[in-house]
């Protein structure tokens, strides 16, 4: 590696501190903003009440236990994918990704095929001559979280086995280290170094959960805080109220947040991970047993939810006609409208930031504030986005009215911390390699960025607008905030058909929903490898 | 003695073909460009991989079909030998036993080991407390409890400066020679290959690399096949032996 061994003061080139500048501004009024907005508000509405109480203790609650499920499954699965060959094993640890696109509205769909009152389980225990099963509550709400989950933790666990340097289990395979001693050895340093992380990170994507615990959550002992806001503010119309529990929300996520950008990277950071270390232990039977119970059940866990909606949704298709049909396609189209709108935003924010971050890498205090500035998404949930931007428009405008604009504007800034983590590596690695390059050629200006960032940056851009899109195709979160029954996008059509009798076609809007995030992420990913 | 007779490994579309004898006692250095499969050859002979074809033997024990642990042989990288949250006598006793106790003798072995690889009283250190060569003489220490009749070593002075290397190399020799072990070392520097009793010219083939016995250090440098020479540059004429 080039040291630079003289300090060097460039000044930041005009053109990427104005940009980056005006899009950490737009973020920051977007986020802190919003508090500071949801906090003016909240100071007039008074204390918690305890409905406030009850749904800020079911938060914590439901995030600590689907973050030690999530996590201590994650251990099994991990060990026995890091030391197994089998065939498919490449597309089990490809398939651990797809829950990040998954919509949650198809998980919810999916727990409910195979747990809910008519679901497979039931129908099970029905044919045993037991009851069926009620899952509606805590244990709804961490069965879909730890579906969600489960595959993260178990990535960012692999991620660890795969920072073991490979040398080091061919020097136990040839002390002959195996079982517990190869386990405390190697593999629980390892886990020891991944479990904090992995809790925190999904303590924090639970604290904020919102369509899972709308759906399977069970009344008032059972309700999130960002449901809870959702009811303030879109059913009961209590503004104050609404605004008290985002403040709450606001504290609780930062802190979560925090905590998990201290112990892990991004879930998306962990997405390609390749294990190619071989491995000579566990030849036991005892092991082998472990590692087939582990895969097996962790196998069917994830699977069966899957082939649950798939199974309805190929029956629901039928249902797709007339009414029902015009409607979920009419749904569609608005989901892919904003989609596309969130991420063109997302490339609009993203951009400039991460060239901003990138650019200031001499500067280790500014870059590190610009960067932060850039992961206050994580700390804002969007409902505290939403009902912030409830309170500033509506005397001007009708929020209902801009519901899918506003809808694409939150995603984005959700999706925006992701995309500048991606992007603001790959930005000052080619900066590194040939930045010194352009300018002692005296590029500068749009011909220096196409000869040192174009060709690098498609690959990582078409990824992180990939995940953008897919993630704001698939989202219902605010967009329940705003919208009206009558124009709502396709994962919020899905839930109020699921919620109605009509729940063959919400099995058959699957089809299209999971088609079009699918779609959305190949799409721009391909568009990224130039392919 | 260390017998590789019509080996060949495949991985992936490389394939490395090698012939190599290295009696008790001697120290037999690989030496040729990266890519050619150097390590390949320790990897077949330490059971890390898969043989297609050929013998490999160590004293005398055809080597097919054993686990890594019940081979008669210590392999030793350039780096991580050791287990970081070990102590460096913990990480040497496990050449006696694969778990983390040890009774009062065999801990008395660990020190003596320690000891004669000049490490005394540096055993409750931990690994990032030692230097890179004070690393590597501990994953020799290991290697002397382990008392397996055969010896690789890939590249394991390579990080080294050119003193520190030659220091080593003469540890090794004093280490193994008298104890009659076998050592096969994979290396790229010429130094280390010239001072060996033996040395042998991996070369690069259009599928992959080939080696064709090993022929006394001196003799080979003294007339170097054409691929060597090839390999060793300029410096291939200079530097011919003192």
Not at chain 1, 64 to 78: D, G, N, Q, R, V
Not at chain 1, 165 to 173: T, V
Not at chain 2, 119 to 128: F, K, M, S
Request: charged letters at 15%; glycine letters at 10%.
């Amino acid at each position: 590696m080039a040291r630079r061994d003289e300090p060097v003061t460039e000044a930041l080139p005009r053109r990427v501190a104005l940009t980056g500048g005006a899009a950490l501004v737009l973020l920051l009024a977007l986020t802190l903003g919003s508090v500071a907005v949801v906090a003016l508000r909240a100071e007039r509405a008074g204390a918690l009440g305890p409905a406030d109480w009850r749904a800020l203790s079911f938060t914590l609650r439901q995030a600590f236990w689907s973050a030690a499920l999530s996590t201590a499954f994650a251990i099994p699965l991990a060990r026995a994918l890091a030391r197994r060959r089998f065939p498919g094993r490449a597309a089990l640890t490809t398939l651990l990704g797809a829950p990040f696109l998954l919509p949650s509205i198809i998980a919810i769909l999916g727990v409910i095929a195979v747990w809910g009152r008519s679901g497979w389980v039931s129908e099970a225990l029905m044919a045993a001559g037991l009851a069926r099963l009620n899952v509606y509550g805590m244990p709804g709400v961490l069965i879909a979280h730890v579906f969600f989950n489960l595959p993260l933790a178990t990535r960012l666990m692999l991620q660890a086995y795969a920072a073991v340097p490979p040398e080091r289990w061919r020097i136990a395979a040839q002390l002959g280290v195996e079982g517990r001693a190869l386990f405390r050895l190697l593999e629980w340093p390892a886990i020891r170094a991944a479990a904090p992380g992995a809790f925190a990170l999904v303590f924090s994507i639970c604290a904020t959960s919102f369509a899972i615990a709308l759906a399977l959550g069970g009344g008032p002992r059972a309700t999130t805080l960002e449901v809870a806001i959702y009811e303030a503010a879109a059913v009961s119309f209590d503004l104050d109220r609404a605004a008290r529990l985002a403040a709450v929300q606001f504290a609780v996520c930062a802190a979560a947040a925090l905590a998990a950008l201290a112990l892990a990277a991004p879930p998306a950071a962990g997405f390609g991970v390749r294990l190619c270390v071989e491995r000579w232990d566990g030849r036991g039977r005892a092991a082998r047993a472990a590692d087939a119970l582990a895969l097996a059940l962790a196998i069917l866990f994830l699977a069966l939810p899957l082939a649950g909606v798939a199974a309805r949704g190929v029956a629901g298709l039928g249902a797709l006609t007339g009414a029902a049909g015009a409607a979920v396609w009419a749904a569609a189209g608005r989901s892919l409208a904003v989609a596309l709108g969130s991420t063109l935003l997302t490339a609009l924010l993203a951009l400039p930031l991460a060239a901003l971050v990138a650019a200031l890498d001499r500067r280790p205090f500014a870059a590190r504030l610009a960067e932060a500035g850039a992961l206050t998404p994580l700390a804002a949930s969007p409902f505290v986005i939403g009902v912030a931007l409830f309170v500033v428009l509506r005397p001007v405008a009708d929020p209902a009215a801009l519901a899918l604009p506003l809808t694409a504007l939150v995603n984005a800034a959700m999706a925006t911390p992701f995309a500048v983590r991606i992007l603001a590596p790959a930005i000052r690695d080619a900066e590194a390699d040939h930045g010194r390059l352009a300018d002692s050629l005296g590029l500068s200006g749009w011909t220096r960025t196409r000869a040192v960032h174009v060709g690098r940056l498609r690959a990582p851009l078409g990824f992180a607008l990939g995940l953008a899109a897919a993630l704001s195709a698939g989202d219902l979160g605010v967009i329940a905030l705003f919208s009206r029954p009558d124009a709502p996008t396709l994962p919020l059509l899905m839930h109020l058909l699921a919620g109605s009798r009509n729940v063959d076609a919400a099995f058959g809007a699957a089809f299209v929903l999971t088609g079009l995030a699918f779609a959305l992420f190949l799409g721009f990913d391909r568009l990224g490898r130039g392919r | 003695m260390i017998a590789v007779e019509g080996l060949r490994v495949r991985a992936g579309g490389f394939l490395l073909e090698a012939d190599v004898v290295v009696p008790a006692g001697a120290l037999c250095a690989v030496i040729g460009p990266s890519g050619a499969g150097k390590s390949t050859l320790l990897a077949a002979v330490a059971g890390f991989a898969p043989v297609e074809a050929g013998r490999v033997s160590a004293a005398g024990r055809d080597l097919a079909g054993l686990a890594p642990a019940e081979r008669p042989v210590t392999l030793l990288f350039q780096e991580n030998n050791l287990f970081p949250h070990l102590t460096v006598a913990r990480n040497v006793g496990l050449g006696l036993r694969p778990s983390l106790s040890l009774t009062r003798p065999e801990r008395a072995r660990v020190d003596a080991a320690l000891a004669e690889t000049g490490l005394e009283g540096l055993g409750e250190r931990l690994p990032e407390q030692l230097s890179g060569g004070q690393r590597q003489r501990a994953a020799l220490a290991r290697a002397l409890l382990r008392d397996r009749p055969a010896l690789l070593l890939d590249e394991p002075f390579a990080a080294l400066g050119p003193g520190l290397r030659a220091e080593m190399m003469a540890l090794v020799e004093r280490l193994t020679a008298p104890r009659g072990i076998a050592v096969l070392m994979v290396t790229h520097h010429p130094d280390e290959a010239r001072r060996a009793d033996l040395a042998a010219f991996c070369a690069l083939t259009a599928q992959g690399g080939r080696i064709d016995g090993a022929r006394p250090a001196a003799a080979l440098f003294a007339d170097p096949p054409a691929g060597l020479a090839a390999y060793l540059g300029d410096a291939g004429g200079d530097l011919a032996p003192r």
